[in-house]
């Protein structure tokens, strides 16, 4: 049976959503095609229909994860309130506890330092797209100005998750989110536009 266009658009998008999952998951090194085509109900010799390789896929997953990373970015209210709410849900138990659900960055950062140029680069599109909405939350009528200290911000807001979902006391690992919260905030007040 022969599908049409929108059918394969949607497979396409389906394959996208569970292999970003997947990758922030268990990795880009540790998810296979085969899983990743499980996952989405399929098989391996669907994917060839769909991407031209599993870098293709990488990529590909990598700029869904940081549209709706962005989408979500932009979704919390304007001004500074709007930075404290992304800042607080970024550096949350939630966020931390589900990675599979949240920032391509935490999850997969080192992986991505060593894919393809295509991957760096749908990398690097997606997170100036929301480090320039954040931004411009920052200091709205100069959103360039505040580009750096934002880039400062996020880097901060990406280790300290990283640090509290590798440590076993989570204890500590709570302290760390909520300190990581007051330190941004404090970088924001201290060096804002």
């Given amino acids: 049976m022969r599908y049409g266009q929108e059918h394969k658009q949607a497979t396409r998008r389906r394959i996208i959503k569970m292999a970003g999952r997947r990758f922030k998951a268990a990795g880009i090194d540790g998810s296979g095609i085969a899983a990743v085509m499980a996952e989405a109900g399929l098989t391996n010799g669907a994917f060839y229909a769909h991407f031209d390789s599993k870098d293709d896929l990488v990529a590909a997953a990598v700029a869904?994860?940081?549209?709706?990373?962005?989408?979500?970015?932009?979704?919390?209210?304007?001004?500074?309130?709007?930075?404290?709410q992304i800042l607080r849900t970024y550096l949350s138990?939630?966020?931390?506890?589900?990675?599979?659900?949240?920032?391509?960055?935490?999850?997969?950062?080192?992986?991505?330092?060593?894919?393809?140029?295509?991957?760096?680069?749908?990398?690097?599109?997606?997170?100036?797209?929301?480090?320039?909405?954040?931004?411009?939350?920052?200091?709205?009528?100069?959103?360039?100005?505040?580009?750096?200290?934002?880039?400062?911000v996020y880097a901060l807001m990406v280790g300290t998750l990283q640090l509290s979902r590798a440590l076993a006391d989570r204890q500590l690992a709570d302290m760390i989110l909520e300190q990581g919260i007051r330190s941004a905030l404090m970088l924001l007040s201290a060096e804002g536009p």
Avoid: K, N, W
């Fill in 93 to 152: 138990v939630q966020h931390r506890d589900g990675p599979e659900y949240g920032c391509p960055s935490a999850a997969l950062l080192d992986e991505i330092a060593r894919c393809a140029d295509a991957t760096r680069r749908a990398y690097t599109d997606g997170v100036l797209a929301v480090i320039d909405d954040v931004a411009a939350r920052v200091a709205p009528h100069d959103p360039q100005s505040a580009r750096v200290q934002t880039f400062i």
């Fill in 64 to 84: 869904d994860q940081l549209r709706e990373q962005c989408e979500a970015v932009g979704a919390a209210a304007p001004g500074r309130v709007g930075v404290e």
